[in-house]
């Protein structure tokens, strides 16, 4: 018979505790495989046979893979941002290469015709190297230089990387641009959060609701970033002691909530305004409409104790009405005089684009894929303001920042912009939230003794919630950034042979002479504006072009000086954008170039598919 002690378990394996298999760190591999997919996909986006839907059907399917492998590849590295926050933000920089880098790579021309006239200031800035903000300049480009300090920057730039003009680095724009604004927005959020996912998961957000297309090289997306690094500064440095209250203690914070910053007094504030106001002058001198959003977002701030400071505003205030009635003076005072038919008119202030109405597969889907993105991202802020009242409360002057901007609605349409740039302007604080309703708090869930097991029980069942809510949010999201960005896409693209028969027909012109063409949106449309007129004639109602159609050359002639020597420039861009934007009816761009080209008022000069350019000769 065995001894007892033979029966019992040895001591060593009871004592010995459980090993867990270390798995390898994979986060890296979805990123290295999605952007290898990505890569992989280039060359095959055949974006020379852009269709109805832009690039949208001209993105081969591994492209959509590689956005899908990048978004999961994302959700891996939250899991670690706590501890390792490059990881998120390493993706954070592939999803910004895929998304906006295939255009700078692909293209063999400037991406938005439009951007070319930006171009073509600078080159006016290098080659005459003196500003006139009180000419009349042709085609609206007055405003360019009363408001020339990006344009006086990339003069700069032009020179001191030795190429020929901005257009060498002009795609590249939307891509160095959000890599300048990403640290920006993790300053501004790590304000309001301690919590990373939450931080990098705004950021990301911020990426997929980005559509708007004012990060291309212009004035606005360099003024846009001053305007928010001058926020993250006022946010962090601008508290008044004794302001803050109960959002110093932690039992009064949403877990992934951050303390209000340490107080300030008047002397570091005042030399806080010093140091701001170099950056608030850049602003100024390089956008209109962008001082006026910031001194909107200041007076916002204002409003609350926590920023309760009036002499930044005051400030500021001063800065931009120095500049609006110094170098900004004509437009300021044209403005002005505008003020009194558009004041008050909601509806017409918050129309976009010129006056008609997106037509064809790809503008419609791109149209109300925008509007559904607006209401998602709208919808997920909201949730986030409602549900999660304490981080609201501490993050309450981001939220005030972010609606400050609607009461521009009701004062003018800037252009048919306005609805854009409202957004835009909006866009940080709702991006923060809506990622705050899809990430859950973090931390221990403060409930009373009797109720813990139910906070638990709760916590946990936000936590499975989240974990489907985040990844459906992030792929419906990009889903809806694709026909937002790219559902247009043809009018965004010319061919080179275009641009090259643009240019010759404007060189050819003489100093003083009228060149026609029915919208602006074609390339170089405004090469030479200094020394050129123009008239873009289609950029008006509907029904006025319906009018215009019935006899274009008469309509044409009745409008030309006499004694002018006048040029007619059509071309396939236009055509694009006139057809998708809806200022001429369907096939009313070939009605007009036939009618042109057969009537006795204007002579041929050059033609071929991508375009015709017509020589006025008046009857004698």
């Known amino acids: 018979m065995k001894p007892a002690a033979d029966h019992e378990p040895p001591a060593d394996d009871t004592a010995r505790p459980r090993r867990r298999l270390s798995l390898p760190d994979l986060t890296w591999l979805p990123l290295l495989l999605g952007l290898g997919l990505w890569a992989y996909a280039l060359p095959r986006i055949g974006f020379r046979t852009m269709g109805d839907y832009g690039l949208l059907d001209r993105l081969p399917a591994v492209y959509y893979v590689s956005l899908l492998v990048l978004t999961g590849g994302f959700l891996l590295g939250l899991r670690r941002a706590g501890t390792a926050p490059w990881w998120p933000a390493a993706y954070c920089v592939g999803l910004l290469f895929a998304l906006k880098a295939p255009p700078a790579v692909l293209y063999d021309s400037v991406r938005y015709p439009w951007a070319s006239k930006h171009d073509a200031v600078i080159d006016m800035l290098l080659a005459n190297g003196e500003l006139r903000p009180n000419a009349a300049l ?9 408001w020339p300090g990006f344009f006086s920057l990339n003069a700069a730039l032009v020179r001191a990387f030795g190429v020929d003009s901005a257009a060498s680095y002009l795609n590249w724009a939307p891509v160095v641009l959000g890599l300048l604004l990403m640290p ?3 300053l501004l959020y790590r304000t309001f959060t301690e919590d990373w996912r939450l931080v990098w998961t705004a950021v990301w957000i911020f990426q997929l609701a980005n559509w708007v297309g004012q990060d291309y090289l212009a004035p606005q997306g360099f003024a846009y970033i001053l305007h928010l690094t001058v926020l993250a500064v006022v946010l962090r440095h601008f508290v008044l002691p004794g302001s803050a209250g109960r959002l110093r203690d932690r039992t009064w914070l949403d877990p992934a909530a951050a303390t209000v910053p340490p107080p300030t007094g008047r002397r570091q504030r005042a030399v806080c305004v010093l140091i701001l106001a170099p950056l608030i002058v850049a602003i100024n001198a390089a956008h209109q409409l962008t001082p006026v959003m910031l001194c909107a977002s200041l007076f916002a701030l204002s409003l609350t104790r926590r920023y309760r400071n009036y002499g930044l505003l005051v400030v500021a205030g001063l800065l931009m009405l120095t500049w609006d009635l110094t170098m900004g003076r004509p437009l300021f005072t044209e403005t002005l005089s505008t003020l009194r038919e558009s004041i008050g008119e909601l509806t017409r202030n918050s129309r976009a684009g010129y006056a008609g109405q997106l037509t064809g597969p790809g503008p419609e ?87 813990k097991g139910t906070s638990v029980r709760a916590k946990a069942v936000r936590r499975r919630i989240a974990a489907v809510a985040l990844p459906v949010a992030l792929v419906a999201l990009a889903a809806g950034f694709l026909p937002s960005y790219y559902g247009k896409e043809k009018m965004y693209y010319t061919a080179p042979v275009e641009t090259a028969m643009v240019t010759r027909a404007l060189d050819r012109a003489p100093d003083g002479a009228l060149i026609l063409a029915a919208t602006g949106s074609f390339p170089r449309a405004l090469h030479r504006y200094d020394q ?8 008006q109602e509907l029904p006025e072009n319906e009018k215009m159609l019935a006899d274009p050359a008469r309509y044409l002639a ?25 200022l001429l009816p369907p096939g009313g761009f070939s009605a007009l170039r036939s009618r042109l080209s057969a009537s006795p008022l204007f002579t041929v000069v050059e033609e071929h598919p991508y375009g015709v350019v017509l020589a006025y000769r008046p009857r004698s």
């Open 558 to 582: 009745d409008g030309i000086p006499p004694g002018t020597r006048a040029y007619v420039v059509l071309t396939r861009t236009q055509d694009i954008y006139t057809a998708g934007e809806g």
């Open 365 to 451: 889907l791109g149209g109300q894929a925008s509007v559904v993105m607006v209401l998602a991202i709208a919808v997920l802020a909201a949730v986030a303001v409602f549900a999660r009242r304490r981080l609201t409360r501490s993050a309450l002057p981001l939220l005030l920042v972010s609606v400050a901007p609607l009461p521009l609605f009701a004062v003018n349409d800037y252009g048919g912009e306005m609805l854009f740039r409202v957004y835009l302007f909006g866009l940080p604080g709702a991006a923060f939230f809506a990622a705050a309703a899809l990430v859950p708090a973090t931390g221990a869930l403060r409930g009373t003794k009797g109720t």
């Open 138 to 146: 042709s085609g609206n480009m007055s405003a360019y230089d009363q």
């Open 184 to 186: 920006v927005l993790v």
């Open 532 to 539: 050129l007129e123009h008239w873009f004639f289609a950029e």
